[in-house]
């Protein structure tokens, strides 16, 4: 009844307010709204975070056979290769995934039991893929600092004609930097623990996957 007393009224009576609902919608065009930009900002926003946050709590890290760390995967993929024989859990999640019938635990690390053939592609050179190939320790005296004391050095010093490349740049801790200067280990009786190469692949690594923090079952593996 309530309905049909509202269509009761007069043509001008049920668009008095279409008048209104019209300006409202005009304002919003010209993008000064402050809610139309609110809305902007909010999708930006979003799709940003998107991009950061691209590992959830419940994805799986996947290791090769000698438990080195290839990339991550949805964790219903890791299920599935389970299912299906193609990997082992090595670590699971706190919180179990829950079905009508059944609990499974919730994959946090596995490992391929096949083997696995790397794609080949060109690793870029980068600050932290020399520490991450050097793993974070100092190539003349093995110490392994915090990251905030490791540098980067150059075996022939630049200003020899030392270029910036994979072949030539060492992790230091800044110690031993110092220490060296501008000469050469021989010059400075420092030799080098392992020969700078360029790295075939590189493993994932925190600030590659966007984490603010690696998960706790990923500590293991991740630096």
Sequence with gaps: MRVLQSWRRTPSERH??????????TAKKPGSSPARAHDRAGRTQD???????????????????GYQPLRVIPW??????????????VAAHERPIRTVTREYAAPAVVRLLGPYR????????????VHVRDRFTCQYCGNRPSRRELTLDHVLPRHRGGPTSWDNIVTACSPCNLRKGGRTPDEANMPLYVRPLRPRWMPPTRTALGLEEIPPPWRDWLF
Excluded: W
Aim: aromatic residues 6%; proline residues 4%.
């Design 118 to 129: 790397p794609q080949q592609y060109i690793v870029r050179f980068s600050r932290e893929g």
């Design 16 to 25: 008095a307010n279409l008048p209104q609902l019209g300006a409202a919608k």
């Design 76 to 89: 219903q993929r890791a299920i599935c290769m389970s299912f299906l024989g193609k990997v082992e859990m």
């Design 47 to 65: 799709r940003g975070h998107r991009i950061v946050s691209i590992v959830t709590a419940k994805d799986t890290l996947l290791l090769d056979q």
